[in-house]
């Protein structure tokens, strides 16, 4: 159900929007300059501040709810439509083409954040031990309404990685080397097992939201109930700091099928987990 925001409400936010938006500024042609964010405050104070819709943008986003929803909308928009340049300075944002039109911007961004909650399926690659086992022997395993474990062949099938938007696909990718080797899209692994953990509300880019937050504890809490039942085990290995991958995990946003790379994260101390024999 969308937020059903009233309409007087909705009057002042883009009254007030489209004055804010012109202050904000952006950065090497993709990065939103934090500090020129800080006057949509002011839009965000016409929200309700008690009640049902205050408590379910908490739920959904957090305190800054509508501050997180544009610049998370803005900064995947900006990455996905325009080219980073080290040379260029702050511009406002109005100076770049599609953002010309303050007014209708603010409309666009305003219809949007009221159509939330957004649906979202964040997948998290198993470790292959566990997965040979599982893709060989289960395949598909439905935990709850909103969580399941998927074969890579079954997550081909039901969550495509092409979206038709080549930074997207890029990312989805890996972004880094993968660049140089042209079209190249992301593809789930076949022989994978993957966590699927169901959510709705908002994840946006360089934000940090209650719904991604919901997402990441779902994963923690699952993988460990799996180590204490001694389905799996930890491991701790050394590697040279060179050497260290980033983790990701992915989530497909279903009310529209759009990609997002969600996140990377260095690991300090690599730990790696296997099924028990």
Known sequence: MPLNLHEKCL????????EQLGKVEVRNGVFLESASLEPLTATQSI??????????????????SFLDFV?????????????????????????IGKYADIEAVSKRLITSFESLPWQYSVAVAMPESFSRVFCSCIGQFVISDSVSILSGATMDAEFP????????????????????????????????????????????????????????????SFVGLLIAQR???????????????????????????????????????????????
């Open 11 to 18: 009057e002042q936010m883009h009254v007030s929007l489209k």
């Open 161 to 220: 990685l092409i979206s038709g938007i080549k930074k997207r696909d890029q990312n989805v990718a890996g972004g880094g080397l993968f660049l140089l080797l042209g079209n190249r899209t992301g593809e789930w692994q076949k022989e994978r097992a993957y966590l699927v953990v169901r959510v709705e509300g908002f994840i946006g880019k360089y934000v940090a939201t209650e719904t991604l937050t919901r997402a990441i504890n779902t994963v923690r």
């Open 71 to 95: 610049s998370g909308n803005l900064s995947r928009e900006l990455d996905e439509t325009q080219e980073y340049s080290s040379e260029r300075g702050s511009v406002p944002l109005s100076t």
């Open 47 to 64: 929200l309700p501040q008690t009640g049902k819709i205050h408590e379910a943008l908490q739920r959904y986003i957090g305190e800054s």
């Open 231 to 277: 389905v799996l085990k930890r491991n701790y290995t050394y590697t040279p700091t060179q050497a260290l991958k980033n983790t990701t995990c992915t989530a497909v946003r279903e009310r529209s099928g759009s990609l997002k790379r969600l996140g990377n994260s260095k690991r300090d101390t690599p730990k790696s987990s296997s099924i028990l024999n």
